[in-house]
């Protein structure tokens, strides 16, 4: 098999027909939604062309991309795009510390650039093709599909490519679904910076194997803030700030990045640290899931659908499944002309919306309405009644039997309690 480079997979100098060519998809946006999509349509058969704006996946390396084994499974990724394993989960909170700790890896950091050179790969390996380095910038509808105009952004010269039907995987901003003038449904925002570091021996050990999240006013600010491991000595630190009103980048980075350092300088205690890469990316999502899915032949997956779950900003394992659900109702349409695209868009909403509500409000109160008293009291509860699995499969799978049972026991005693008080 050819060995794919990571700067330009395949370029239109090796591929002078590609604007000839009819396509059936044009997947904009190499994020883990576009390359899921890529990778299956390709699977499936389905000529496909995935565009990227970044000529490397290095480039925009934003996603701390910390998760358990079960994406891995989901979607048959290999163990090369593993960073690290975790197998603890510490929260921090104002004034203390609550420590799981788990006896065998619970899951793992994934090398985000690691993980969308993989899906691009697979995408060429089932005959598709992968264009990096050119950016969207507009399209128009025709009789039998779509005209998609591409930038290259390293020369600025432009190309038109003709397909069936454009996948928007461009992740909150939706640049293929909307056009820039057009309104779009309110929007939830948030915004996350992350600093990859390297640091002695000695302070890496200390946070080995495990996922560190602070809650409370001291270590972060509407939202939450983390140190993951990566591979030996490199961590990842980072802040994530939400619910705010507008994107001011500039000002909303500044807060973030002055939390990431605060955690740097008094939190790990390192002597000295060298700061390998500085990134981040920003969050908007529609509360209710009210996004459009499929108009005039485009598409839409990942982030730009809000699939990423509200409360923990865990967004790459639902943009790989709403790409995978999707990428069905493509293939139906291009077999058999059938744009049962509705369906897509129901079946999503039946399975997340519920609980991405309750994700969302949950996250809305805890990171937004609590005190820091109030936080840490929430935290003692579930410390002194969860396992490590019980608080994994709350967190990461959205299941609340046993959360609820413990509410349930706990307000019963409470009231036995103060019924008992009564009689005396
Ligand atoms: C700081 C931070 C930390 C995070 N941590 C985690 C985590 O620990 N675990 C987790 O599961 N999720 C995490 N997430 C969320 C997760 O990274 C996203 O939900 C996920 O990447 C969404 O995938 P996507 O493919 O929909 O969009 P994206 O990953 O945003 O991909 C969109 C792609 O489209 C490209 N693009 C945009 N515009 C154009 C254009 N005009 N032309 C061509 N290409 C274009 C972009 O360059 C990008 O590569 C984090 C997010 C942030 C910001």
Known sequence: MKKLKTKEV???????????????????GGGPAGGQASRSLAKKGHKVLLVEKHESFALNNFSSAGMTFEPLKEFDLPDSIVGAYWKDIIIQCTKKKYHWKGETNKGVVVDF??????????TVKHG???????????????????IIE????????????????????????RKVMYDTKEEQPQMVLGSGTEYLIEVEQEVYDRFKDKLLFFLGHKWSIKGYSWIFPMENRILKVGAGKTHIKSIDQEKTNQTTRSITEKIIEEYL???EYRIIDKHGGILRYNAGIKDRFYYDNVVAVGDAISAINPR???????????????????????????????????????????????????????????????????????????SIDDLIASLFNFKYNKLFTRVFQYSFLKLSFLLKKERF
């Open 269 to 271: 205690q390192t002597k």
């Open 10 to 28: 395949y370029s239109l100098k090796g591929n002078r027909g590609m604007q000839e060519s009819m396509y059936d998809v044009v997947v904009i």
């Open 128 to 146: 598709g093709s992968v264009l990096m380095g050119y950016k969207y910038i507009k399209k128009e509808v025709t009789d039998n599909g779509l």
């Open 312 to 386: 923990g900003g865990e967004g790459i394992r639902y943009a790989m499944q709403s790409a995978e659900l999707a990428s069905n109702y493509m293939s139906e349409y291009l077999n058999t002309g059938n744009a049962n695209f509705a369906e897509y868009r129901k079946k999503w909403r039946q399975k997340k919306l519920l609980k991405w509500k309750l994700s969302e409000f949950s996250g809305r109160r805890m990171y937004s309405r609590y005190t820091d008293n109030q936080v840490e009291n929430r935290i003692q509860f579930f410390h002194k009644n969860f």
């Open 150 to 173: 591409l930038l290259k952004t390293a020369t600025s010269e432009t190309i038109k490519i003709k397909t069936k039907l454009a996948v928007d995987a461009t992740g909150p901003l």
């Open 113 to 122: 650039q690691k993980l969308r050179q993989f899906l691009a790969d697979e």
